[in-house]
């Protein structure tokens, strides 16, 4: 399994859902997930994300856009809901809303981008707005676009091969020039091509939302667990490729994928409660590449009951059984200055990696990570997913210590 960019949507209208801080844990241990994105401002999921490192995205609940619109509210919404959290929770964008401009009540949307304005405000009142983008004041503040692009519901028998990433003959669009050979990338460059109409190439897009139903009603084709296992699988390996699409070559893509649990009190279609990856138990509905391979099998004789979810197979620890974090060779320089950012943030001890420290030369992101990195690791208790920091640290019965730089 390769570390990427792959999210979830984190769902609750369930009422046989697992505790947050276990699905927390489980996330963290068994899944190369590194990020979700939550529908409110849950205060028990919030917490549980704390000191996972694991990239939150809270949406504020479409109820509450006319209260943002005045400043007191959001204030008071953003000092309650938000700050208490920050740093220990990565919290890194709030939405305001969603599907807006679909819902009946014309008051919301004509609250929207006031909500936005005012809601940015409050942050930066408190500090927070460099640490937390929105949705808005996309261009200014280097926020993406996040749209929730769904093939299931645009696909026909005809157009199944196209919306599963089958191979298949294409469709050519006139308007671009451009051959398209599943739809996903069709939907994305589209969003792109307005875009670029109204001058805002520039922003980034990010897929907030997609999936494909496990269970659909009587007669509904090709709506089962093959067929959300196959776009599920498919789609993660496309959005991580590197390849892009036709008019955004050479990228991948942030992916939630919608989403986490099933969840057995949405009203509408069977299709509605049939969307996650996963059981209430947190065994898997059906298997896609999002598992750990280097983590023990999630049957029955390796849970749990106490914890709810597997058991992790132990560190080896040779020499005394003292062991170090560092970071992988080749990791991104950008992941590791997240790391230290996010380390420091914290508030661990990172003096002797600012200039004149002891450990502040090398100076360079490589070296000053692995004094973080590490630091954290030894703190939390030297536990395996206390090294993971997305997939770019490992474990090492080899002190990094030299010269007056001790570990």
Same mark, same amino acid.
């Given at each position: 399994?390769?570390?990427?960019?792959?999210? %979830? &949507?984190?769902?609750? %209208?369930?009422? &046989? +859902?697992?505790?947050?801080?276990?699905?927390?844990?489980?996330?963290?241990? &068994? *899944?190369?997930?590194?990020?979700?994105?939550?529908?409110?401002? #849950?205060?028990?999921?919030?917490?549980?994300?704390?000191? *996972?490192?694991?990239?939150?995205?809270?949406?504020?609940?479409?109820? +509450?856009?006319?209260?943002?619109?005045?400043?007191?509210?959001?204030?008071?919404?953003?000092?309650? #809901?938000?700050?208490?959290? %920050?740093?220990?929770?990565?919290?890194?964008?709030?939405? %305001?809303?969603?599907?807006?401009?679909? *819902?009946?009540? =014309?008051?919301?949307?004509?609250?929207?981008?006031?909500?936005?304005?005012?809601?940015?405000?409050?942050?930066?009142?408190?500090?927070?707005?460099? /640490?937390?983008?929105?949705?808005?004041?996309?261009?200014?503040?280097? $926020?993406?676009?996040?749209?929730?692009?769904?093939?299931?519901?645009?696909?026909?028998?005809? *157009?199944?091969?196209?919306?599963?990433?089958?191979? #298949?003959?294409?469709?050519?669009?006139?308007?671009? &020039?451009?051959?398209?050979?599943?739809?996903?990338?069709?939907?994305?460059?589209?969003?792109?091509?307005?875009?670029?109409?109204?001058?805002?190439?520039?922003?980034?897009?990010?897929?907030? @939302?997609?999936?494909?139903?496990?269970?659909?009603?009587?007669?509904?084709?090709?709506?089962?667990?093959? $067929?959300?296992? @196959?776009?599920?699988?498919?789609?993660?390996? =496309?959005?991580?490729?590197?390849?892009?699409?036709?008019?955004?070559?050479?990228?991948?893509?942030?992916?939630?994928?919608?989403?986490?649990?099933?969840? #057995?009190?949405?009203?509408?279609?069977?299709?509605?409660?049939?969307?996650?990856?996963?059981?209430?138990?947190?065994?898997?509905?059906? =298997?896609?590449?999002?598992?750990?391979?280097?983590?023990?099998?999630? $049957?029955?004789?390796?849970?749990?009951?106490? /914890?709810?979810?597997?058991?992790?197979?132990?560190?080896?620890?040779?020499?005394?059984?003292?062991?170090?974090?560092?970071?992988?060779?080749?990791? $991104?320089?950008?992941?590791?200055?997240?790391?230290?950012?996010?380390?420091?943030?914290?508030?661990?001890?990172?003096?002797?990696?600012?200039?004149?420290? /002891?450990?502040?030369?090398?100076?360079?992101?490589?070296?000053?990570?692995?004094?973080?990195?590490?630091?954290?690791?030894?703190?939390?208790?030297?536990?395996?997913?206390?090294?993971?920091?997305?997939?770019?640290?490992?474990?090492?019965?080899?002190?990094?210590?030299?010269?007056?730089?001790?570990?």
């Amino acid at each position: 399994v390769v570390e990427g960019n792959i999210g %979830v &949507n984190y769902g609750t %209208v369930a009422d &046989n +859902l697992p505790p947050p801080s276990q699905v927390a844990r489980f996330l963290l241990d &068994n *899944t190369i997930i590194n990020r979700v994105k939550i529908y409110d401002a #849950n205060q028990e999921i919030l917490q549980a994300f704390a000191h *996972t490192g694991i990239q939150v995205t809270v949406a504020v609940p479409n109820n +509450l856009i006319p209260h943002l619109a005045h400043l007191k509210y959001s204030q008071q919404w953003v000092k309650t #809901n938000i700050a208490p959290h %920050v740093p220990a929770t990565n919290i890194v964008r709030i939405l %305001v809303g969603n599907e807006v401009l679909s *819902t009946t009540d =014309h008051s919301i949307a004509s609250h929207l981008v006031l909500a936005m304005q005012t809601l940015h405000v409050a942050l930066v009142g408190l500090d927070l707005d460099r /640490r937390i983008k929105l949705l808005g004041f996309l261009q200014a503040t280097g $926020s993406p676009f996040m749209i929730n692009s769904y093939p299931f519901f645009g696909y026909s028998g005809d *157009t199944l091969d196209y919306a599963m990433f089958r191979p #298949n003959s294409g469709v050519f669009d006139d308007m671009s &020039n451009q051959k398209y050979t599943n739809m996903l990338d069709a939907q994305l460059d589209a969003t792109y091509s307005a875009m670029k109409q109204l001058g805002f190439e520039d922003i980034e897009i990010v897929i907030a @939302e997609t999936g494909w139903p496990s269970k659909g009603d009587p007669g509904q084709a090709h709506v089962d667990t093959e $067929s959300a296992r @196959e776009f599920n699988g498919n789609l993660i390996k =496309h959005v991580m490729s590197g390849l892009g699409t036709p008019l955004m070559p050479n990228k991948t893509f942030e992916t939630y994928i919608f989403a986490l649990f099933n969840e #057995n009190l949405k009203p509408g279609p069977t299709s509605e409660r049939n969307f996650g990856l996963f059981k209430p138990d947190m065994t898997p509905v059906y =298997h896609v590449d999002i598992l750990r391979h280097n983590v023990e099998s999630t $049957s029955p004789s390796n849970w749990n009951p106490d /914890r709810g979810v597997p058991v992790r197979s132990p560190v080896p620890k040779p020499n005394g059984g003292k062991t170090w974090c560092i970071p992988k060779i080749g990791a $991104s320089e950008k992941i590791l200055q997240a790391n230290i950012d996010y380390v420091c943030g914290l508030g661990f001890d990172c003096q002797p990696i600012h200039e004149g420290g /002891r450990c502040f030369y090398p100076n360079s992101v490589h070296a000053h990570a692995t004094y973080a990195m590490n630091v954290y690791y030894q703190a939390t208790g030297r536990h395996v997913y206390d090294c993971d920091f997305r997939g770019t640290g490992t474990i090492t019965p080899s002190n990094p210590s030299y010269g007056r730089c001790k570990y």
